[in-house]
């Protein structure tokens, strides 16, 4: 088993073959495209992003780089924020706020032709949906929502529920999971610090944009495995009770996606809450994916 050793102490060698990288999504390519360019340029073998946004949309895209690529269904499920331009095609009623507090809630949606999942009617929960400010035939709306949903969609269904017909202009996406817009690097940024690095040794600059990929895993519950038990679970064994040192696990019911950690806060694993991890024997978690 190669240890990586405490997530703030790696070299930038370890640290880009495990990181993540907060990236602000330029306009124009796709997001799969960014993934690829991060790749390329850290001199990894693999990347992948957070979350599809279709080229003209721009903001917040976790990538994971390297071997956290296994880690990426973290983020499936994940909240989305997006600031969204609602172009209204008349004035906007007097009653817009109360017609946003109306969506609410669980909406139905199909997903567009050109989409990359198959067309049939789901839901999907609108967690917060805001006015931020407002023109005449313009609002610039704050949108919260369950990940999957399509915000040209609902732009679209707000302006029938307004009677006036709508459509989205510019989206830009402010949160994915526990990655927000207040973190942002740009490629500019990630190019700048391997440059430097690579130049002068000097690998500050390419730690304030590239974390460790633990911080992807932050919202999780979680165990602390003996080293023991982690070198068991890097040969594909699951996670038994006697292996487990600590549980943050916070409520965490049967079957729930759950990271492993050693002591030293290096990941070990990602796996299903399948015991209790008090008890003397057992499987407490079946493995999804091996991250060492």
């Known amino acids: 088993m190669q240890e990586r050793g405490p997530p703030d102490d790696r070299d930038p060698e370890t640290l880009l073959e495990f990181g993540v990288v907060n990236l602000d999504k330029p306009p124009g390519p796709s997001a799969h495209q960014v993934a690829a360019w991060v790749r390329d340029m850290a001199g990894v073998e ?9 080229p003209k949309v721009t903001g917040c895209l976790p990538i994971l780089t390297g071997t956290a690529t296994r880690a990426a269904q973290v983020f499936d499920d994940s909240r989305k924020g997006y600031v969204a331009v609602l172009d209204v095609h008349g004035r906007i009623p007097s009653d817009f706020e109360e017609t946003l507090s109306t969506f609410e809630t669980d909406l139905y949606q199909k997903p567009p032709r050109k989409s990359a999942v198959v067309r049939r009617l789901r839901t999907r929960e609108i967690h917060r949906l805001e006015s931020i400010e407002r023109e005449e ?122 990271a492993c950690y050693t002591p030293d806060g290096a990941a070990v694993c990602l796996g299903h809450l399948a015991g209790d991890p008090n008890s003397e024997a057992g499987c407490v978690v079946e493995l999804e994916r091996v991250l060492i």
């Open 46 to 54: 693999r990347a992948a992003h957070a979350g599809t946004l279709d």
């Open 137 to 258: 035939r313009r609002a610039l709306i704050d949108v919260e929502c369950e990940s999957g949903t399509y915000v040209r969609k609902l732009c679209h269904d707000l302006g029938l529920a307004l009677g006036t017909g709508a459509h989205m202009g510019d989206l830009r996406r402010t949160k994915t999971g526990g990655f927000d817009d207040t973190t942002l690097s740009t490629m500019e940024d990630l190019a700048d610090g391997l440059a430097f690095w690579r130049e002068s040794g000097d690998a500050a600059l390419l730690r304030s944009v590239v974390s460790p990929a633990e911080r992807a895993l932050e919202g999780l519950p979680s165990l602390t495995v003996a080293p023991s038990a982690a070198r068991e679970i890097a040969e594909g064994a699951p996670v038994y009770a006697p292996g487990v040192i600590d549980a943050g696990l916070g409520g965490a019911e049967t079957g729930e996606l759950v």
